[in-house]
């Protein structure tokens, strides 16, 4: 549906992104993931023609958004970063006043600002000021004026920073149902591992302006493929068992915690005989030994070396 093609944006000082190339398929739930300054938004900007690309281009069926942007316009809609509200107008009178931006009236926009409405779970506080509302509540409002234009596409800049864990599953929520029910296809950003994990078909993540690591979740774990992570768990552990495993050969890192474990061994290595082993050795008594899936933060972790949360 949309391509990105070695899309780049310099400013005075930064190269905001570099060569940055993506697609999204109809239908999809992209995950945009890196951590502050990564370029999220400075990509976003320039596929919603706000910002003029250093270089590169973005392809809409088979032509150039950033020379032709109406087409694409007509059918995306943009939840900013920054919330666009009217913080003296009610959340009704806000959904009105941008239905007309988009050229609706009458029975049509009436009809629309409802069905939104009930989609952002806010009929009930439609006569409230906005600036009565909870950060979370004006996040689902800021979400619900770029759903008044039925758009095909939603393309969501970091829609849940700063709001409480209700406000931020129904929009998780949200998002889910509008993929399932109208198969719309959403560019979802975030720093948050676990939201993209929940929501996305496919990841890309950006570092200080570079892509660093693009596919599904399966194909972006498998740059960890050389190891493995061994969770080991017993009501206590004594000093010589953590010590037999920390000077194991094949244990490369040890994470020691309470009752839990955790060794990284190369994926070549099985280590389960060894540890059981060990234990009887040393007289513990295990709980369990588990394989332990890794996550994406682990990815980015092992890509840049640093952890994805500020
Ligand atoms: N208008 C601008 N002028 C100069 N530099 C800019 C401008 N907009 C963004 N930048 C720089 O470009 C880089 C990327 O910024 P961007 O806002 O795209 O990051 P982001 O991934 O959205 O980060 P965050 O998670 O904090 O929103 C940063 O170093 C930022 O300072
Ligand atoms: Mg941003």
């Not at 032709?68 to 809609?77: A, D, E, H, L, T």
């Not at 915690?257 to 040393?282: C, D, T, W």
Request: hydrophobic content about 40%; aromatic content about 6%.
């Amino acid at each position: 549906m949309i391509e990105l093609v070695n899309l780049t944006k310099e400013y005075k000082n930064v190269k905001a992104v570099k060569n940055l190339s993506m697609f999204i398929e109809r239908g999809e739930i992209v995950g945009l993931l890196g951590p502050n300054g990564a370029g999220k938004s400075t990509a976003i900007s320039m596929l919603s023609s706000l910002v003029e690309p250093t270089s590169g281009d973005v392809r809409f069926e088979n032509s150039s958004i950033i020379k032709n942007p109406s087409k694409f316009r007509k059918i995306v809609g943009i939840v900013p970063q920054e919330i666009a509200l009217y913080e003296d107008l009610t959340a009704e009178e806000n959904l009105h006043f941008f239905g007309r931006i988009y050229h609706l009236r009458g029975a049509k926009l009436k009809q629309k600002v409802e069905e939104v409405l009930e989609q952002i779970g806010l009929s009930d506080r439609r006569k409230d000021v906005v600036k009565k509302f909870s950060g979370g509540m004006k996040r689902r409002l800021n979400i619900g004026v770029a759903m008044l234009h039925d758009p095909e596409m939603i393309i969501m800049d970091e829609p849940t920073v700063g709001i409480d864990p209700q406000s931020r599953n129904y929009i998780l929520e949200t998002v889910k149902r509008l993929n399932e029910e109208r198969n719309m296809t959403v560019l979802y950003t975030s720093h948050y591992m676990e939201e993209v994990e929940f929501l996305c078909d496919r990841i890309y993540i950006m570092d200080k302006g570079d892509l660093i690591a693009s596919g599904t979740k399966e194909e972006i774990k498998k740059i960890l493929s050389s190891e493995n992570t061994i969770a080991i768990k017993a009501d206590r552990f004594n000093k010589e068992f953590l010590d037999a495993l920390q000077n194991h050969p094949s244990v490369n890192r040890i994470t020691i915690g309470e009752r839990e474990v955790l060794i990284i061994v190369p994926r070549a290595v099985n280590m389960f005989s060894e540890v059981i082993k060990i234990a009887e050795e040393y007289g513990i008594e295990l709980v369990s030994v588990d394989n332990k899936a890794p996550t994406l933060e682990d990815v980015f972790l092992h890509l840049t070396g640093r952890a994805l949360r500020d």
